[in-house]
C-alpha cells in the first residue's frame, strides 16, 4: 500500500477515507466536459456516477473505453486507477465493435478486482451514450457478463447486468463471524437472527451481515486494519452489511415494495467504504434465493450510501428458478476534475 493511502488503525467509514477518493468525497465539479486525462498513462478516462441520476450521487467509477495499449500492463492499469482514486476503474482491453462484445477488466487503487457492478453499469451506459442503446457483452475475470442498455426518455441510459450464477453459505461461526463482528466493533446481538449470515458469491465473494436495527447500520465505525486482515485470509471483496425495510414480494411490473439498507466496507481495495455495490448487491441476490425469500420474480430495491452523503439507488430482480441475478441502475457523467 503506498503512502497516500495508508490508513490509520481505525477509520469511521462514513466520514473518512485512507485517500480522499470520490467514494467519500465527491469531485469538484466544473463546466468541463466527463473527460480527462491521466497523465500516469496518457489514456483517457471518462468519470462516471453508477446508480444514481446525480454526479454528486451512486459511487464514481472511471471508465477507459480504450485500453488495447494497456492490456500486457496490470502495473498501469493500477497506477491510473490509483491516480483516478476511484474504489473501481474500468478497463476495455479487447473489443468487438460489430457483435458489441468487450474485454472488460477492474482495478481498484491497489489491485485488480475479478468483478464489479458499479463500474460495469458505468462502462455499459458510457458506450450507450457513444454507440445507442442495446445489448452488450463483457468478458471479465469473473466470466461472461451480459448488460442490456435502454434509453429511458430525457434521463440518462439505464443498465441492466445479469451476473454468473450466484451461491451462498452459512458464515462459520468462528473464522468468519467473530472476527469480522469483533473488527465492526458489532456484537451477534446487533444481527438480524432471521437473516443468517452468509458468505455470497456473484463474481465474487462477500460476508453478508443482517443488522438488526436501521441505527446500528448507521453507526458504522470499524477498525480498517483489522477488518482488511479478516477480509484478504477469506478472499472478500466487501462486507454487505444490510438492514431489512421491508419484506413484501412484489411482482416485476408493480413497485419495488421489498426495500433493503446497505452499507459495504471495502478496505481491501483501499477504500473505506463503497457508495453502491453492484456486484454485492448480485450476491445478496444469491443469498435471498438461497434462503427462499424469493417468491416469483422478486424485485428488491437496494438503498445504499445515505450514511456517506452519496446516495444509491440499486435495483435488483431474482426468480427461485435461476441461479443468475439482475442489478439495474443508471449512470451520468462526472465534470471534470483537473486530475
Do not use: K
Not at 89 to 107: G, K, M, N, S, V
Not at 159 to 167: D, G, K
Request: charged share 25%; glycine share 8%.
Amino acid at each position: 500500500m503506498t503512502a497516500s493511502t495508508e490508513p490509520t488503525a481505525s477509520a469511521t467509514a462514513s466520514t473518512t477515507s485512507p485517500t480522499p477518493t470520490a467514494s467519500t468525497t465527491p469531485p469538484t465539479p466544473t463546466a468541463s466536459a466527463a473527460l480527462t486525462t491521466t497523465s500516469t498513462t496518457d489514456v483517457d478516462v471518462l468519470h462516471y456516477a453508477a446508480f444514481t441520476t446525480r454526479p454528486d450521487g451512486g459511487n464514481p467509477a472511471g471508465v477507459v473505453l480504450d485500453a488495447a495499449a494497456l492490456a500486457d500492463d496490470d502495473a498501469a492499469m493500477t497506477a491510473v486507477a490509483a491516480r483516478v482514486g476511484y474504489s473501481e476503474t474500468a478497463f476495455i482491453t479487447e473489443r468487438d465493435e460489430a457483435a458489441r462484445r468487450y474485454r472488460l477488466r477492474y482495478f481498484s487503487p491497489l489491485a485488480e478486482v475479478a468483478f464489479c457492478g458499479h463500474a460495469t453499469i458505468a462502462t455499459a451506459v458510457a458506450l450507450a451514450e457513444r454507440d445507442g442503446p442495446g445489448e452488450l457483452v463483457f468478458d471479465t475475470a469473473s466470466g461472461e457478463i451480459r448488460v442490456e442498455t435502454t434509453a429511458d426518455g430525457d434521463g440518462p441510459p439505464r443498465a441492466t447486468l445479469t451476473s454468473v450464477p450466484t451461491r451462498s453459505r452459512p458464515a462459520d461461526p468462528g473464522t468468519e463471524i467473530e472476527p469480522t463482528l469483533a473488527a465492526l466493533g458489532w456484537s451477534a446481538d446487533d444481527l438480524d437472527p432471521a437473516l443468517p449470515p452468509h458468505v455470497a458469491f456473484a463474481g465474487n465473494d462477500h460476508l453478508v451481515l443482517a443488522a438488526a436495527t436501521r441505527e446500528r447500520l448507521a453507526d458504522l465505525d470499524y477498525d480498517f486494519d483489522a477488518l482488511d486482515a479478516v477480509m484478504r485470509r477469506r478472499g472478500w471483496t466487501t462486507v454487505h452489511l444490510v438492514w431489512r425495510e421491508t419484506a413484501d414480494p412484489s411482482p416485476e411490473d408493480s413497485a419495488e415494495n421489498v426495500v433493503f439498507h446497505a452499507r459495504d466496507p471495502f478496505p481491501v481495495g483501499g477504500v473505506v467504504e463503497d457508495p453502491a455495490t453492484g456486484a454485492a448487491a448480485a450476491a445478496f441476490g444469491g443469498y435471498l434465493r438461497v434462503l427462499g425469500l424469493v417468491d416469483g420474480r422478486t424485485r428488491v430495491r437496494i438503498r445504499q450510501g445515505e450514511d456517506m452523503g452519496r446516495p444509491s439507488d440499486l435495483l435488483l430482480d431474482v426468480t427461485p428458478d435461476d441461479p443468475r441475478a439482475r442489478v439495474s441502475g443508471q449512470a451520468v457523467p462526472i465534470p471534470r476534475t483537473g486530475r
